[in-house]
């Protein structure tokens, strides 16, 4: 979590900080450590600050990692409580997760739907502020700084976003030079097709997909 964005959201509601501290149960001196950044929030504590403070899901803890055995179903149902506009219908009562865990997770799916893997550079640019940190060095780990980056970029072009040179520069500076498609497992067919009407970003980073910036929905 940014720090900032608490202290933001408790000015924008009037509270001091002892009235902040007091919502949340906790004591004025941990609450001044988690504005200052000296504190990390637990998990119970950062699901009270969006619900008390409507903080972004980026106050949310992540895990060793992306969550393994996951249905499509459970990956558009996350994506909607994110706010993904396209998936609205889908919402409900459930935990959401933080937008970087799950970023992670779709980008390992071996077979990802194709309206979830459209809503991956949406996540980007709605949540710029996400770790980048952790995920970086997560993708790396995972050989996936390519399908990463190519969210990036798509998120940064489509978002006239400049914010996100310094992660895309950072994937570009790691990036494999292996093919590989956007979480799609395709035939011999599919990839010639692939390999011929790809994106100039899906080229960049050597991905097989015809995704580009013009024909993201909701992000602009």
Do not use: I
Request: with cysteine; proline share 6%.
């Amino acid at each position: 979590m940014n720090p900032k964005q608490l202290r933001e959201a408790r000015l924008q509601r009037g509270y001091t900080q002892q009235q902040g501290a007091a919502r949340l149960g906790v004591t004025q001196a941990y609450f001044s450590m988690l504005e200052n950044g000296a504190r990390t929030p637990s998990s119970e504590l950062a699901r009270k600050l969006m619900r008390d403070f409507g903080v972004p899901p980026t106050v949310l803890p992540v895990s060793a990692g992306p969550l393994m055995n996951v249905t499509p179903d459970f990956l558009a149902s996350e994506l909607a409580l994110l706010g993904y506009p396209g998936f609205a219908h889908l919402r409900h009562a459930s935990k959401k997760l933080n937008p970087a865990e799950f970023l992670l997770t779709a980008l390992s799916q071996r077979n990802l739907e194709t309206r979830v893997a459209e809503g991956l550079p949406w996540l980007v640019f709605r949540y710029p502020d996400m770790d980048f940190e952790w995920l970086v060095l997560q993708a790396r780990c995972r050989n996936l700084q390519n399908r990463l980056g190519f969210c990036v970029t798509l998120a940064k072009l489509a978002g006239g976003n400049d914010s996100l040179q310094e992660p895309e520069q950072e994937l570009l500076n790691s990036k494999l030079e292996r093919e590989d498609s956007f979480c799609r497992e395709l035939n011999e067919p599919e990839r010639r097709w692939f390999q011929e009407h790809r994106s100039d970003q899906a080229r960049q980073w050597n991905l097989l997909s015809d995704l580009r910036p013009g024909v993201l929905r909701y992000v602009a």
